[in-house]
C-alpha cells in the first residue's frame, strides 16, 4: 500500500499529491531533460529545453515546499521572486531559457499582480497562478491541478505560521516522494477542504506525525470515515525532526545537501535540492548535522544557506569528518537561479 504522510504541527505546511502531468491536457508541458549534479544542485543537460517554470515567493516557504512535489514528479523547476518584484536574476533565467509557460504559486498577497504581468509579458501571456483564499486552500489547488488521483500524500496540519514552521517542512521535503502531495490543514479536525481534497484523490493510507497531539484521535477519525488506514506518529518539532533525519539519512545515503538557515528565508535555497537534506537553524545543531552526515557514504557535500552558519558548519565538517564541503552562501533569489543557468 502507498501512503499518505499526516503531519499535525503547532507550524504551518503543506500538502501535495502526484500525478505524471498536470490536471490540464492545455499545460501538460515538462522542463525537459533534467539531471542533477554531485552537489545536487539541479542542472538541464539542454538549457533551451526548459519551456515551463514554477514561479513562488520568498515572503513565505510554504508554497515554495508544496510546489516542490509536482515540481520532482514532473521536472518543471521552481524559481523564486520577491513579492512587488521580478529579480533581475529570475527575469533573465525566464528569458534566456526561452520559458514559455510559468505557474505563479501564490495569491496576489504574496506574489503582486504586477509581477504576475511582468511575466506573462515575457512568457506570452501564458501564465497561470494557482492559489487559494488561505494556505489550505491554495494547496488543494495546487494538488488538484497536477494529481488526478493518488493513493499517498503528506497533510500538515497547523494552527498558524509560526517560527517552527520552516524547521518541519524544510526537513519533511527530503522525506517526501514525488508520488506524495502535501496539504495544509487547520489543527484539530482535518479542514473541510483538505478532506474533500483527499476524498477526490482516493487516498488508502495515512502517516500521522503530529505534535498536537491532543487532537490526534480526531483526524484519525475523519481519515477512517474516507476508508483511509492512518499511522500515527506524535512528537515534537524537534523529535519529528529527528525521526525523519533518521529514515532519510541512512548507511546509503549519497548526494546529501546541508541547508544552513536560522530563518525561512534562507531554507529557500533548497527549492530545488531534490535529494536528501540535513537542516542547521542554530550553531547548536552542527553535532546532530554531523552525526548525520557521518551515516552516509558522501565524500563531498554543497552547504546552501546564510554566510555565518554556512562557515560554522563547514568548518565543523571539515574538522571532523572526512568530507570535503562546498559553500553557496548567496541569497535564494540568486542561488536558485543560478542552479538553472
Known sequence: MRRIAILTALILAVSFSALAQPNDSADNETAGNLTYNNTTALQDTNASNISTVMLTSTLNY????????????????????????????????????????????????????????????????????????????????????????????????????????????????????????ILISEPGNLSEETVKELERLNVDQVDLYSTNTSNASNPSQQLEGLGADSNINEGSVSE??????????????????????????YSLNGANVREPTVLVTDENETETALEALNRTQDENITVLG???LSQQVEDAIENSTNISAELRTERPVPTVAEMLE
Do not use: C, H
Open 306 to 308: 546564510e554566510p555565518e
Open 62 to 181: 510554504p508554497d515554495t515546499v508544496i510546489s516542490s512535489s509536482p515540481s520532482e514528479r514532473t521536472g518543471i523547476p521552481i524559481l523564486l521572486t520577491e513579492s512587488n518584484n521580478l529579480s533581475e536574476e529570475t527575469r533573465e533565467v525566464i528569458e534566456n531559457l526561452g520559458v514559455k509557460k510559468a505557474y505563479v504559486i501564490g495569491g496576489p498577497a504574496v506574489i503582486s499582480e504586477e509581477v504576475e504581468s511582468e511575466v506573462d509579458s515575457i512568457t506570452e501571456n501564458s501564465t497561470t497562478r494557482l492559489w487559494g483564499e488561505t494556505q489550505v486552500e491554495t494547496s488543494t489547488e495546487v494538488s488538484e491541478f497536477f494529481w488526478m488521483e493518488n493513493s499517498e500524500a503528506t497533510v500538515v496540519q497547523q494552527p498558524v505560521d509560526s517560527e517552527e514552521g520552516y524547521k518541519l517542512l524544510t526537513s519533511l521535503k527530503s522525506a517526501i516522494t514525488e508520488d506524495e502531495p
Open 240 to 265: 519529528l525532526r529527528e525521526q525523519i533525519r533518521e529514515e532519510t539519512i541512512t548507511d546509503n545515503t549519497q548526494n546529501v545537501t546541508a541547508i544552513a538557515a536560522s530563518n525561512f528565508t
